[in-house]
């Protein structure tokens, strides 16, 4: 089959084309290059079942034509920045709902109609029930990220429902391990490469948030995709525990053998619309079978240790 | 206090225009008359209080001079098309989501903070739960109206957290009354004019739908923006009762000495997103002090009534 990957060339999108060529499917990679990068698709570049589209999801035209033949699109490009919206809140709308859109339309032209979505637990703002299942009550958004998602989420639903479209929707916590360039492990270890013996943290640093490492999300992501059988299947992917920030930055000076003074910002939130507690219910994707392989904390210093050994991404970034 | 309708020549909100004006505020009506009427505004021309403003919410340049001075937006306007989502499916998006985040645009540019908004049932796809309350489980939507809606509600709350403003969101039922130009009555009554003797029926007439007089719905949407204090207050609004298509049918044949055949047209849904059970659980509103003056029987008269008086609104629309 071939494959559909959108946002191919950022950090999930580029490990999820690794897994699907290495099961042996073709795959086609879209990426407009605003935040992904060209190395993290060497290994792929060297498959004859690889094909590379430089394109953006708010291009139709440049959509439809990648999208020709595909049984399957998995689309992962996003303005994937939760903390800036507010600075610009045009972003989010554009290039997470009105590029759903896009990649929506590309498929029906196409006659492709099944899609997996890389959507986000901060969909359900600041919820009441903890874990929280996807059954959660009705939330109501606090993120302007939260409320793209959101919006993405309903029109692919309403396409299962007008057009026969099946579509697997997954709610993630935050996502680490190779690859990984955007999120508190790696601000917090750019900021300690600069200067040591001083750490700013946003909020109280007591923010409670859950953490799942990029492989055992892949692994998730493809079990769903092969078993679930709804016209439209949504699953929460997290691990079943949660840390403080002030945890994970123990972790991170632990391995780096560090001990900075901790400049906390103050307030329960990092900034506005940040969740001060993310804990997801995964009881319907571990119902399949599934079950993480690395704890948070392994996650996280798996994590780091690939900053560590690929500082060019800290480079390309600061 | 000035507030500016949106969508002020259509049903609800000529309707809320005038309310506005008895009540002794200054209203800014906005519309681009595509599926509004001036006739509706009549009434609201002869006041000094009122102003009107031809413009599209897809312009933001005079969205943004029309919201000037603002205390209040009722942001009414939208393609309010249920049925036909899948002929178009870019405007949903175009005209509910887009034109709600240009709302928001241009009331942040003038630092005004207060939005009424006109939300849907719809919004819960088809429910498990009746009657529905505003915390039913996080729904799957099944109508490119309803996720268009679902956007506007996700992008108003994020404004709420990240702008400081505050929202009264209202999930309706259908809204009958005097100026209703669109749904069954209307169909069923231009359909009785031309051929009294046949009556074709979308699915199978057994749908169970709840409906509420315009009046009461007015009343209801005002003593909320007065009254609740939340910065984001959402509201169910209908009746405590629900019908079936065929029960309406009886009443509108009777009341016209009528007795059609029926031809339903089969299934439980009379189309393609169409909820088969409508019924909303009203308690927060009615928490207020809030209740419905007419049944379903007596709103679905008093549509019917004001069509048989107001024949131009058939010919118009034929």
């Given amino acids: 089959m071939r494959v559909l990957v959108t946002g191919a060339a950022g950090f999930i999108g580029s490990n999820l084309v690794d897994r699907l060529l290495e099961e042996g499917h073709e795959v086609t990679a879209y990426d407009n290059f605003a935040t992904g990068h060209r190395r993290f698709l060497e290994?792929?570049?060297?498959s004859d079942r690889f094909t590379l589209v430089e394109g953006d999801t708010l291009d139709p035209g440049s959509l439809t034509r990648a999208a020709r033949g595909c049984g399957l699109v998995c689309h992962l490009?996003?303005?994937a920045d939760v903390r800036f919206g507010i600075e610009?809140?045009?972003?989010?709308?554009?290039?997470?709902?009105?590029?759903?859109?896009?990649?929506?339309?590309?498929?029906r032209t196409n006659g492709v109609r099944r899609i997996a979505f890389s959507s986000t637990g901060s969909i359900y703002g600041e919820p009441q029930v903890f874990p929280t299942p996807e059954s959660a009550p009705f939330p109501v958004q606090t993120s302007l990220y939260g409320a793209s998602k959101l919006a993405c989420e309903g029109l692919i639903q309403a396409y299962c429902e007008g057009f026969g479209f099946q579509a697997y929707i997954f709610r993630f916590v935050s996502v680490l391990g190779?690859?990984?360039?955007?999120?508190?492990?790696?601000?917090?270890?750019?900021?300690?490469?600069?200067?040591?013996?001083?750490?700013?943290?946003?909020?109280n640093g007591l923010q409670r948030k859950s953490y799942l490492y990029v492989g055992d999300c892949l692994n998730a992501m493809l079990l769903a995709i092969e078993q679930a059988q709804e016209k439209v299947n949504v699953f929460n992917l997290g691990t079943d525990e949660y840390c403080q920030v002030n945890d994970s930055?123990?972790?991170?000076?632990?391995?780096?053998?560090?001990?900075?003074?901790?400049?906390h910002t103050g307030g329960a939130r990092g900034w506005i619309g940040d969740s001060p507690f993310i804990f997801l219910d995964c009881a319907k994707i571990r119902s399949l079978g599934w079950t993480p392989r690395l704890s948070i904390r392994e996650g996280v210093l798996r994590t780091l240790d690939y900053l560590v050994a690929n500082p060019w991404l800290l480079e390309v970034r600061a």
Same sequence: chains 1, 2.
Avoid: K
């Fill in 249 to 263: 930055i123990g972790w991170i000076s632990g391995r780096l053998g560090l001990s900075p003074r901790l400049c």
């Fill in 77 to 79: 490009a996003a303005n």
């Fill in 88 to 107: 610009h809140p045009r972003r989010d709308l554009e290039q997470n709902t009105i590029a759903t859109y896009n990649v929506l339309e590309a498929m």
């Fill in 43 to 46: 290994p792929a570049l060297g």
């Fill in 178 to 203: 190779e690859r990984y360039s955007h999120g508190h492990v790696f601000d917090f270890y750019r900021s300690l490469r600069t200067n040591p013996s001083e750490l700013r943290v946003l909020g």
